[in-house]
């Protein structure tokens, strides 16, 4: 699972750092707006003034001035500010609470070759983070992908997201593994009407 400081390292330079495609894109956006020139301009000479001003005035009294500190440094400390608070609200939104969910998966009949697997259900504020590793299954491009699926019961199926190969998947659901219990992986072709499933298993509920 990626950790704070992966995307620390990833924002120092560290190009090599584990991180999954949206996160990876996310930082790259971050890092773009702290590029941006206009982010550093001098602000209007008498904008501390009147901060300091009106935060007296609310407090109901009227402070004098304090002394100019260099504006370039306020700048720094004040996009440092944003940058440390949007991490910390990314990271809180993410955040795995409570114990996981786990799904032991094994090939289906004549899909040997697809190996076992694992997956970790984790909720967080944003919904339940899917951990996904099948490192046998064979690579699928040119249009060719895998799809992984939450089944209830009934029959009903909700798609949690497509990958290429088993190494090292993220996925997200919407849906609980409570209600959704049975993960299963399909072998897709884009355009096609549903693969075959090659891997398959049940919540493990935790203990």
């Known amino acids: 699972m990626t950790t704070d400081d992966d995307r620390v390292a990833y924002l120092s ?23 941006d020139p206009s982010l550093w301009e001098e ?10 001003a009106a ?20 700048l720094l400390v004040a996009a440092a500010a944003v940058v440390v608070v949007g991490l910390a609200a990314g990271v809180l939104a993410t955040r795995p609470s409570g114990r996981p969910y786990r799904v032991a998966l094994a090939a289906t009949a004549g899909n040997q070759a697809a190996g076992s697997g694992q997956v970790t259900f984790s909720r967080t504020t944003s919904g339940w983070r899917i951990e996904l590793r099948a490192p046998s299954l064979p690579r699928l491009d040119g249009g ?12 009903t199926r909700v798609a949690v997201g497509t990958f290429n190969e088993g190494r090292r998947v993220t996925l997200w659901s919407g849906v609980s593994p409570k209600a959704f219990p049975v993960v299963t992986v399909t072998a897709e072709q884009a355009g096609g009407r549903g693969g075959p499933t090659v891997l398959a298993g ?3 509920r935790p203990d």
Do not use: C, I, N
């Open 13 to 35: 330079g560290d190009a090599g750092a584990p991180l999954d495609p949206d996160e990876r894109a996310a930082l790259d956006d971050l890092r773009a707006l702290l590029d």
């Open 43 to 52: 602000p209007d000479p008498a904008l501390e003034d009147r901060v300091v």
């Open 55 to 74: 935060v007296g005035a609310e407090a109901g009294t009227r402070s004098a001035p304090a002394p100019r500190r260099p504006r370039r440094l306020f």
């Open 144 to 155: 060719r992908f895998y799809e992984a699926w939450m089944e209830d019961g009934a029959g």
């Open 202 to 204: 049940q919540v493990k």
